[in-house]
């Protein structure tokens, strides 16, 4: 009775608020919504793509503006006093904030890189704005962390936005893969790539939602400690055979611009499995040693 006395009081003081809207953290919220919305329509009408870098970036155009919508109908109706009850709300929304800045910058760069040129008018524009989306989220970054100094507990720490970017890295080699169909060793480098990549996130769900952790019938830290031994090993595999097997009798082209090499994005999969490789084994040091808020095991 407790338990629902508590939710009954909580559900008393959620509250429509539009006055949300006219802070300062609303009124980004709103930039961000409308300009990503924009540079979705802009990039949709340029024209489809089978380009998986193409596709990555209409994702993030599209599910970056969704979530801050989500956060802003959560905030105006005071729906986050509820969630308080099973997960650090400011810490979620500032993690996402951080991770939608890792989306949209990299799409950014990505977009500019394969879609932008002197002469592609339309590229351009959809770039530039492209640019001004991925600052208005580092904006965010950047008022929650220094302005607001929110600390966060997960997510916004250092272990949860690790994850984050172990994550993010997994994406770019996934979109980033190509010519391994012929290979059974490269086929075993993309299984390599795989096996880590969909529990990172049901370990950072898990970790955001307190109540969720308490009731797993086992230690997650442990399995966590487990996991990223398991990651080192596979990404170590993937870090000597796929450049062996790749690049053997494959040399860089002579005429290989990066906009539309495909060595050069074959080359770009063996440096991120290398970046990959690094965030693994940092985190499996600083786990091990209980340091930089990592939980020892």
């Not at 709103?30 to 924009?38: D, E, H, K, T």
């Not at 991770?99 to 530039?128: P, R």
């Not at 190509?178 to 950072?204: N, Q």
């Not at 898990?206 to 996991?227: E, G």
Request: with cysteine; net charge positive.
């Amino acid at each position: 009775m407790g338990v629902i006395a508590d939710v009954k009081d909580t559900l008393s003081k959620a509250v429509f608020t539009p006055s949300t809207l006219l802070s300062g953290r609303g009124g980004l919220h709103m930039c961000q919504i409308v300009l990503c919305l924009v540079t979705f329509v802009l990039g949709l009408f340029r024209g489809g793509s089978s380009h998986t870098y193409w596709n990555y970036a209409m994702f993030t155009w599209a599910f970056c503006p969704i979530m801050t919508l989500i956060i802003t109908i959560i905030e105006m109706f005071k729906l986050d006093i509820l969630l308080i009850l099973c997960m650090d709300w400011a810490d979620f929304t500032t993690g996402m904030a951080m991770s939608s800045s890792l989306m949209t910058v990299s799409v950014a760069i990505f977009y500019a890189n394969f879609y932008a040129c002197l002469k592609c008018l339309y590229g351009l524009i959809v770039s530039v704005f492209a640019i001004v989306c991925a600052v208005l989220y580092v904006l965010e970054v950047v008022k929650d962390k220094l302005l607001d100094r929110k600390k966060g507990s997960y997510l916004a720490a250092l272990p949860g936005f690790w994850k984050v970017l172990e994550a993010f890295v997994s994406c770019m080699i996934f979109i980033s893969l190509s010519g391994y169909r012929d290979k059974i060793a490269l086929i075993l480098c993309v299984i390599a790539y795989a096996i880590p990549f969909p529990i990172l996130p049901l370990i950072i769900a898990t970790n955001i939602l307190k109540k969720l952790k308490k009731c797993l019938p086992f230690n997650l830290d442990r399995f966590v400690f487990i996991f990223l031994v398991i990651s080192v090993i596979l990404y170590i595999f993937a870090a000597i055979m796929y450049p062996i097997f790749m690049f053997k009798n494959n040399p860089r082209p002579h005429d290989c611009p990066p906009s539309y090499c495909i060595w050069a994005i074959q080359f770009m999969v063996a440096f991120l499995t290398y970046v990959n490789l690094i965030l693994f084994t940092l985190d499996l040091i600083f786990t091990l040693l209980g340091i930089c808020g990592f939980k020892r095991t």
